[in-house]
């Protein structure tokens, strides 16, 4: 049902009769279809009326229809885009604050910036969990203080028992057993600041909002993907996350006797694999710097006096992208061949995520002025670490067992 038809429908007969009372002009009807001309005529007047009202009362801002103060929510449609909401943001640096955005604490535009509305922050973290190794794959959850503590249980040895000290026992009727409980731990984390910072010419802002939101998403995106992802793999904690080959839990594989430096044999491969926990080899992926694809696509295995490769027969199919049946991720985020780091073995499920602050935006024309360029700055808090903080001591054997496994330096 269109406007007018609604409109028309709503209009009760007894009022169009009244109206037409009313009416300066006066009419003779000398026939029921002249009466019925002049009471669609009067009808048809009142509906252009209504529509006029109803156009100019659909042209306001969706928060006050709503009775919501102005910028209470950005995700009820205020901003068409990320782009107009980054001009808005550009332009209260010009003293022209847009009611539409949020402030509130410390999201105030002098403290900090203004909070990204939660669909543009799941359109830039989209682009950034496209490029990104660990956050995809890893535990996350959310931060709802500074500084949060998450349970754990602490399973260093299965030589007695199982969780940190339960005791199950095998006993006859009537027998006795002894109390046991596990031991439990926690694992802190303390959200970090992660600032991303990027410049765009003024141009660009007053050209269009569609080349703006391009430009920002993708930068910020996979920026803000990049530096989550280094200090996720060796970030060494303190002011950043703690990475997995700086966790405790790590087990660090030694190279081979007589093994030339910058390589990665098949070897060294199967004795990663002997470390990781059981539990893992399911959910497991390989870590690897690009620069160990030759050594990958040059395995080969000795078998006596002859051998054959382990991955390329020819130079026909597609290049090797697992290893005992776990996905291969290059990533130039790993340290380079030879040195710790180059290759890990890792459970991503053991690694915590917590997100603290959702994004926030703030840009400045200031400084970088004389260039004629606009600052752009986005801001998160987090943090992340390892669940674990101790490798596994199995019931039976002396190598112990992680999530986590790397390959030792070679030289």
């Given amino acids: 049902m269109t406007t007018e038809e609604k409109i028309t429908e709503e209009l009760p007969a007894q009022h169009v009769l009244e109206t037409m009372a009313e009416e300066p002009k006066s ?11 002049t009471f669609k005529e009067t009808i048809k007047d009142m509906v252009d009326e209504r529509m006029k009202q109803s156009a100019v009362k659909e042209t306001r801002p969706a928060m006050i229809e709503k009775n919501e103060p102005a910028g209470a929510s950005m995700t ?14 550009a332009n209260v640096d010009k003293g022209n604050i847009d009611s539409r955005l949020k402030v509130l604490g410390e999201t105030q535009g002098d403290q900090g910036g203004f909070l990204v509305g939660e669909e543009y922050r799941a359109q830039l973290l989209s682009q950034a969990i496209e490029d990104a190794v660990i956050r995809p794959r890893a535990f996350q959850m959310p931060m709802t203080a500074s500084t949060m503590r998450v349970p754990s249980i602490r399973d260093a040895t299965h030589a007695s028992n199982v969780h940190g000290g339960v005791q199950a026992y095998w006993t006859p009727e009537s027998g006795s057993y002894t109390a046991s409980e596990p031991t439990f731990a926690q694992v802190s984390l303390t959200a970090k600041k992660l600032v991303a910072y990027t410049t765009a010419s003024e141009e660009l802002l007053q050209d269009s909002a ?6 920002l998403v993708r930068l910020f995106g996979e920026a803000l993907a990049y530096f989550e992802d280094v200090s996720f793999i060796s970030g060494v904690g303190g002011g950043q996350p703690l990475g997995i080959i700086n966790a405790d839990a790590l087990i660090s594989v030694a190279k081979e006797t007589g093994q030339a430096a910058t390589t990665f044999t098949f070897q060294n491969a199967v004795k990663m694999w002997s470390r990781m926990a059981p539990r893992s080899h399911g959910n497991a992926v390989w870590l690897m710097h690009p620069d160990v694809f030759p050594q990958l696509a040059q395995m080969s295995l000795s078998v006596g006096t002859g051998g054959s490769g382990m991955f390329v027969a020819n130079a026909a199919g597609g290049p090797p992208n697992s290893l005992f049946g776990r996905p291969i991720i290059f990533t130039e985020k ?23 602050q959702t994004l926030t935006m703030a840009s400045s024309s200031h400084v970088r002025f004389q260039n004629g360029e606009i ?10 670490r390892p669940w674990i903080d101790t490798a596994l001591t199995p019931r039976n054997g002396s190598n112990t067992l992680s999530p986590f496994v790397a390959l030792a330096t070679r030289s």
Avoid at 27 to 37: A, G, K, T, V
Avoid at 210 to 215: D, N, R, T, W
Avoid at 339 to 347: K, M, N, P, R, S
């Fill in 375 to 384: 600052a752009w700055r986005l801001t998160e808090r987090l943090d992340g």
């Fill in 76 to 89: 009820g449609g205020a901003f068409k885009s990320f782009g107009e909401f980054a001009m808005a943001v």
């Fill in 334 to 356: 790993c340290s380079t061949l030879g040195t710790a780091g180059d290759v890990i073995l890792a459970d991503l499920d053991f690694y915590l995520i917590g997100d603290r």
């Fill in 27 to 37: 009419f003779n009807p000398e026939s029921i279809e002249q009466l019925e001309d």
């Fill in 210 to 215: 569609v080349s703006m939101e391009a430009l």
